[in-house]
């Protein structure tokens, strides 16, 4: 299966400036020197995902293709804003995730036609894009699987460099770490990411995104464990530079380590204060 790529200005704060929307279309059989290219003709049904703004340029790869099917990674504004405008241009079947149409509708402005959930399979040509549950960056994320054994559009579940924001009330921790376990399990080929370039290398960088939050939870549980109780408090203890415009960012994902560590007993957490848990300390 054929990606196309085009980077879309949006107003985001982190990682900044910019959202990929992706085009996925058949590609041909292959061809004698094993080589599958994209179709000519511009008949051919493509996908149309996270169209996160309205640019020149999208709008002629809209053009130059039958869009058939609209769809989103997760309903954060960054990532949504041209859904209404290419679906009303395109008449293109629009898919939400099912139990969270309100929250598509309220995000898009956008009535779906359809719903997927994890599993669901969405036939192009010969070749299908497969739908996989991906929570933890926000309760609706999904990732997309484009032909069998192929890339996977991964949307905020992972960036080549940096790191992804997974901050409460919206970023679920625990999740989001067995995303990234079962990414790096499947072990696509390729990740296409809704920020930054694609990731040539997936399970280096899912290793990487996992090491960095070990250690940022590390340095969480040390901060409870010796005293810190406040939010506050442990921020200081956990974060070794300065926040200035992003402070409310790390303040966020703090609370999602504490929400982490509270379900798995090592600290008491009351959305306030933060106490040693009864596992704070011990062996996994």
Known sequence: MDLVSRSLPVATRAPGGETNAYLLRATTPATPDGECRPRDSGADPAVLVDPAARTDDLDRLVR???????????????????????????????????????RFREA????????????????????RVRILDAPGHAPDHVALEAGRGGPIVCGDCAVREGSVVVGAPEGDMRAYVT???????????ALYP?????????????????????????????AVS??????????????????????????????????????????GWDGERATPGPTAGADD
């Not at 809704?194 to 590390?218: F, M, V």
């Not at 070794?240 to 982490?260: C, I, Q, W, Y």
């Open 64 to 102: 130059e293709h039958a869009v058939d099917h609209i769809l989103v990674t997760h309903t954060h504004p960054d990532h949504v804003g041209a859904v209404d405008a290419y679906a009303a241009e395109t008449g293109a079947t629009v898919w939400a995730r099912y139990g969270r149409t309100d």
């Open 108 to 127: 898009t402005g956008c009535e779906p036609d359809r719903t997927f959930a994890p599993g669901t399979t969405i036939p192009l040509e010969d070749e």
């Open 179 to 189: 995303t990234l376990r079962r990414l790096w399990a499947i072990d696509p080929p």
């Open 194 to 222: 809704g920020h930054g370039p694609e990731i040539d290398q997936p399970r280096e960088t899912l290793e990487r995104l996992l090491s960095h939050r070990a250690e940022r939870e590390a340095r969480v549980l040390e």
């Open 226 to 267: 010796g005293g810190a109780e406040t939010l506050d408090e442990i921020l200081e203890s956990a974060y070794e530079k300065d926040l200035s415009g992003v402070r409310d960012l790390a303040r966020a994902t703090v609370v999602a380590h504490l929400e982490k560590l509270a379900v798995e007993g090592h600290v």
